[in-house]
């Protein structure tokens, strides 16, 4: 069975770039969740949906930054304009609810290593 | 808000060494508690978990204890080995019809050398 799919998985460009990552859930998984990995503030949680709707992007930290999920199969996340310290790991990940509302394990891509210049 | 704190990394540890690494949270209500790992290269990976205070969590030789009393979920092992060398995170869910939230604490890197 696969995981959860992201590509690229790696991304140079420069800056001022648009920058789409993609990622594919797991299938029958109702959530998806976008995290961003530095060095400096760790695993920081971008924004998730729930049955393709986006419940919190609270996490999103700018205007530049938006994510779609057009379907149960496949979301994106982009960035426009990017800049440098838009640099990160970027893991997408997937689960399902459990009876009484309790979510199932998260599981994760291997995440799109961007770095902006 | 709720959140997680662990404790700092780099922990180095020989091989066969007892290991602990501490994990604390602040949350309201009743949240569940994680321990996820993160080999070099790879997206995290559910470790372990426990649902309500008291439950014991564990998985290839790892253990935590959910600790109300002490807001705690120290992960441990009796005896590492190399191929433990990743990195640990806390982490908590925020609890019912939040869809999976996960809130992680930042990670704490371990070295296992032989």
């Known amino acids: 069975d696969a995981g959860v799919i992201q590509s690229p998985r790696h991304e140079v460009t420069e800056m001022g770039q648009e920058v789409t990552l993609r990622c594919k859930p797991i299938?029958?998984?109702?959530?998806l969740f976008w995290y961003r990995q530095t060095m400096m503030r760790g695993l920081e949680l971008l924004i998730y949906f729930n049955n393709n709707v986006p419940i919190d992007d609270s996490g999103m930290p700018e205007d530049r930054f938006s994510a779609k999920m057009p379907n149960a199969s496949f979301s994106t996340l982009k960035i426009q304009p990017s800049e440098p310290r838009d640099s990160a790991v970027y893991f997408c990940?997937?689960?399902?609810?459990?009876?009484?509302?309790?979510?199932?394990?998260?599981?994760f891509g291997e995440g799109s290593r961007l770095t902006v210049l | 808000g709720n959140s997680v704190t662990q404790m700092e990394g780099p922990v180095t540890l020989s091989e066969e060494a007892f290991l602990t690494i501490n994990c604390t949270y602040t949350a309201t209500g009743y949240p569940s508690l994680f321990w996820y790992v993160q080999y070099p290269g790879e997206g995290l990976q559910l470790l372990l978990k426990?649902?309500?205070?008291?439950d014991k969590g564990s998985n290839k030789g790892f253990e935590a204890t959910y600790r109300k009393e002490t807001t705690s979920f120290h992960l441990e092992k009796g005896s590492v080995q190399v191929s433990d060398s990743a990195v640990y995170f806390c982490?908590?869910?925020?609890?019912?019809?939040?869809?999976?939230?996960?809130?992680f604490g930042q990670g704490t890197e371990l070295s296992v050398k032989p």
């Open positions: 990940a997937s689960s399902s609810w459990l009876a009484g509302g309790m979510a199932g394990e998260l599981f």
């Open positions: 982490a908590l869910s925020e609890g019912y019809n939040q869809g999976g939230k996960l809130i």
């Open positions: 299938s029958g998984h109702n959530s």
């Open positions: 426990a649902t309500k205070a008291d």
